[in-house]
């Protein structure tokens, strides 16, 4: 069972299309991250939320658009994408930014057409 | 800047032999901490075992134990009585308080029945 919750499982969307990632977790975590994986290559970070307020954004371009509404929750708004964006996309939270281990949700993957 | 190295992209395990997947890192930081992540088929990247710098103890979590040697800057994991579910990439991650994780560029385990 996983503990982050990822919606919709797959995504394929076209480049003119509007679409958005949810991410949800009840464990009380603070910080809360999306990363962007292609296949066989390590986690990439995009952006990092910390109580609520983000706080890391490793340069992604606009076309992405994080948002936390709460503590729970994070989504991310993709618009305009471009079929390189195809990816799997992982949300994860962890206790605080200091020490504590991150916790994946099962991702969403993202074909761009 | 933080490099997490894994040496062997891919390895190959008999059912209930043991394997041992490399990781080194390269750090002036005395306070980090160390991960090994699983990613099966699934897609899910799941905590394997953790290690804190300061600790001499090599962690242990069932058939999962790490060979940590913090001069060699090296943290590999052992994985004993291997099962075919242990099949999947594996990921060594270094993080340093207060910042982001650096991943390594995985190993492909295979597990032969």
């Known amino acids: 069972d996983t503990e982050v919750t990822q919606t919709p499982k797959h995504l394929v969307m076209g480049m003119t299309n509007k679409k958005s990632l949810k991410c949800e977790q009840h464990?009380?975590?603070?910080?809360m991250y999306w990363y962007k994986q292609k296949a066989k290559k390590p986690p990439e970070l995009m952006f990092v939320?910390?109580?609520?307020?983000?706080?890391i954004n490793e340069s992604v371009p606009s076309r992405f658009s994080p948002e936390c509404p709460n503590s729970s929750l994070l989504n991310l708004h993709l618009h305009a994408l471009q079929p390189e964006d195809s990816a799997l996309y992982l949300c994860?939270?962890?206790?605080?930014?200091?020490?504590?281990?991150?916790?994946f949700g099962n991702g969403t993957r993202l074909t761009v057409t | 800047a933080q490099t997490v190295t894994q040496s062997q992209p891919e390895m190959s395990v008999q059912e209930a032999e043991t394997v041992t997947l490399s990781c080194t890192y390269d750090t002036s930081e005395s306070d980090y901490y160390l991960f090994w992540y699983k990613q099966p088929p699934s897609r899910q990247m799941i905590l394997v075992i953790r290690?804190?710098?300061?600790?001499?103890q090599n962690a242990t979590e069932n058939r999962f134990s790490v060979n940590f040697q913090k001069a060699a800057k090296s943290f590999s994991l052992k994985i004993s009585d291997s099962q075919l579910g242990d099949a999947a990439m594996y990921f060594c991650?270094?993080?340093?308080?207060?910042?982001?994780?650096?991943f390594g560029t995985g190993t492909s385990l295979t597990v032969i029945p």
């Open positions: 991650a270094y993080r340093r308080p207060g910042n982001q994780f650096y």
């Open positions: 994860a939270s962890s206790q605080d930014l200091i020490r504590s281990p991150l916790h």
């Open positions: 464990m009380g975590h603070r910080a």
């Open positions: 290690q804190e710098a300061y600790k001499q």
């Open positions: 939320y910390s109580y609520e307020k983000l706080s």
